[in-house]
């Protein structure tokens, strides 16, 4: 059984049909990749799975029905959402937007660790620990929004265009940190701009178009794949 299962799930935004019946699958320990022009519906799959837009269809995760579930609850059991434009809390200070990451967790001491442990992938964060969120560079704030993911230890982590924006030197270190949460068992399902970039870190990957999914295959063979290189890689 997938971690994550989607089967002929349809989304809407008020009466318009943006996702027109898609099927895919998350295993436990896989990046899987969902690319596509803007407006393709690759957003609102991340949405639909966290329960942010009306859905039909099935979405399991971990074997247990998920699907229109309320957000609150969908973090609750594992799944942590980084959204695009990374909608961190700009007046909070590094320190409180993480601390409104754990607002789960009871206990000050593991809120403590789980702050340290984020350090560790972002040492940048520690410098700025008693800094507002909204004075940091862009590339920070990307940090902050997937460091504040992390402070729910999710057993899948939901990244929605974690480059836009970003300086290419940046967007190496933060794929470089995907890719080492991935190593240490992470399950990522990773919406991307860069279909390059992101298939080079991802096992597989699904390619959208208008709210269906086109193709699907591993990152190797979508790479090779002439049809993706000229629409996607160019």
Sequence with gaps: MSLLELRNVQAYYGTILALKGITLDVD???IVTLIGSNGAGKSTTLKSICGQVKTMGEIQ???????MQSPHLTALDGIAHVPEGRRIFPR????????????????KKMVKERMEEAFTYFPRLKERVNQAGGT???GEQQMLAIARALMMKPRLLLLDEPSMGLAPVIV????DIIQELNNRGMTILLVEQNAYQALHIAHRGYVLQTGEIVREGSATELLADAQIKEAYLA
């Excluded at 909070?92 to 990451?101: D, F």
């Excluded at 190496?172 to 794929?175: L, R, V």
Aim: aromatic share 10%; no cysteine.
């Design 172 to 175: 190496t270190q933060i794929f």
């Design 136 to 138: 940091m560079s862009g």
């Design 28 to 30: 436990q320990g896989e």
């Design 61 to 67: 995760y971990s074997g247990k029905e998920i699907a």
């Design 92 to 107: 909070l200070t590094v320190k409180e937007n993480l601390e409104m990451g754990g607002f789960s967790v009871k206990s």
